[in-house]
């Protein structure tokens, strides 16, 4: 059993998104898609920060010596608090229909990004794996024909990657060697209900879904099975990220993009950031190679 998750930043994102922690900083940064913003909220002293983005945020992950890379719609952007954002380094300029989406950096410092078709009618979204920043950049295309991509996470003990293809409610296992090639694609589990959004891993290997429309964190055992769920009181659950001193902190992102008036009207604290306890740690937070 899971405490209830608690809401504790009430700031309506539209679509809140791609939480991470930063030790360094002893913050959570995450942003929010649709409103064209990138926050940052420091639990200890309850501090709260936003900056309006260039075009749509899509990622943050923090970089070895200082500063994040944020992936916005059309490319990768470096950004720190003093200085704002730098140059754009443009990923898929020949698919302008395309937007960047979830991302994870490995214990190599590599990141993982995808990219999905933004109208969600056409598989031409990918699955990308950048060694680092040159100009231009040259992300590795590892897997194509995604919808709406989403994750990805990478257990490290088993040597497995894991994507999704939201759009098909399908949660995707790789076999990863550590050169960071991927085979043996298969399907590690597919959602009833709900859309398998952002993609975390714990300690122990279970994986935690935030399920979009779907209002609750799923969670699923190493061999694919059910592991139980923490409900939530909005619909548009996204992704979960373990954080604080102990990283036995769950935070939650939430979104309320399209939904009505009504809809609003009972789930309020919607697009909300949550938290809850939780008893085992989620790994630290990797850092990206420029």
């Not at 809140?16 to 922690?21: F, I, L, M, R, T």
């Not at 969600?120 to 990918?126: M, Q, R």
């Not at 919808?147 to 999704?164: E, M, Q």
């Not at 609003?264 to 990797?286: I, K």
Request: hydrophobic share 35%.
């Amino acid at each position: 059993m899971f405490p209830e998750p608690r809401c504790i930043w009430d700031l309506k994102a539209e679509l809140g998104e791609g939480p991470v922690w930063l030790e360094r900083d002893r913050s959570l940064f995450f942003v929010d898609i649709v409103g064209c913003q990138l926050h940052c909220l420091r639990p200890d002293t309850g501090e709260r920060q936003s900056w309006p983005t260039p075009s749509r945020p899509c990622l943050i992950v923090p970089v070895e010596g200082g500063g994040l890379l944020c992936g916005l719609e059309d490319g990768l952007r470096e950004f720190s608090p003093a200085g704002g954002f730098g140059p754009l380094h443009r990923v898929e300029p020949s698919l302008p229909e395309n937007r960047l989406n979830d991302g994870y950096v490995d214990a190599e410092g590599r990141l993982w990004f995808g990219t999905m078709h933004d109208p969600e009618t056409a598989a031409t979204g990918s699955l990308y794996r950048l060694d680092g920043l040159t100009t231009p950049i040259r992300p590795r295309p590892v897997d194509r024909g995604y919808t709406v991509s989403n994750g990805p996470a990478i257990d490290p003990v088993r040597h497995r990657l894991y994507h999704n293809e939201s759009s098909t409610r399908h949660i995707f296992a790789f076999d990863l060697s550590p050169e960071g090639r991927l085979s043996n694609k298969r399907t590690f589990a597919t959602l009833e209900c709900g859309f398998p959004d952002g993609l975390t891993l714990d300690a122990e290997g279970t994986l935690w879904v935030g399920v979009y429309d779907g209002g609750c964190v799923r969670r699923f055992r190493p061999d694919g099975s059910a592991d139980g769920a923490v409900e939530l009181p909005c619909s548009q659950v996204t992704k979960l990220a373990f954080g604080g001193p102990d990283l036995r902190t769950a935070y939650v992102t939430t979104g309320r993009k399209g939904l009505s008036a009504t809809a609003l009207e009972g789930q309020p604290l919607a697009g909300g950031l949550f938290a809850f306890h939780v008893d085992v740690a989620g790994p630290p937070q990797h850092l990206f190679r420029p």
